[in-house]
């Protein structure tokens, strides 16, 4: 079992900048991967971005790369997302998720991927006001 706790969220201006944060506990954080994830209303859930277990690896959905950056802290358990630039379609609740395949907490193709997540934080709003 894997408990997820998303803060940070709120509402910003156009520009502007948030840090997401995502605290775990429950596993040995440091041995699966964490993605981050996004839903707009009436939208699908979509993939933001996704960190592999030591941090060496990320990926970004296109829409966010060079705004966004995702990071990890082992020692505190926790995940981070850090949103510059934003813009008004970036408005979503915004999930953190976690991978625990037993693939030594490494990203592949699949980290894309909703159905690649096995537990999930109950989101936090971001709104961004043009």
């Known amino acids: 079992q894997v408990q997820l706790v998303e803060s940070g969220g709120g509402l910003v201006q156009a520009g502007g900048s948030l840090r997401l944060s995502c605290a775990a506990s429950?596993?040995?954080?440091?041995?699966?991967?964490m993605g981050w994830f996004r839903q707009a209303p009436g939208k699908e859930r979509e993939f933001v971005a996704a960190?592999?277990?030591?941090?060496?690896?990320?990926y970004y959905a296109d829409s966010v790369k060079g705004r966004f950056t995702i990071s990890r802290d082992n020692a505190k358990n926790t995940v981070y997302l850090q949103m510059n630039s934003l813009k008004p379609e970036d408005t979503a609740v915004y999930y953190c998720?976690?991978?625990?395949?037993?693939?030594?907490?490494?990203?592949?193709?699949?980290?894309?991927?909703?159905?690649?997540?096995?537990?999930w934080g109950q989101g936090t709003q971001v709104t961004v006001s043009s």
């Open positions: 429950g596993r040995t954080f440091s041995s699966y991967a």
């Open positions: 960190i592999s277990w030591s941090g060496g690896s990320t």
């Open positions: 998720a976690a991978d625990l395949r037993e693939a030594g907490g490494k990203l592949d193709s699949g980290s894309y991927y909703y159905t690649r997540y096995d537990y």
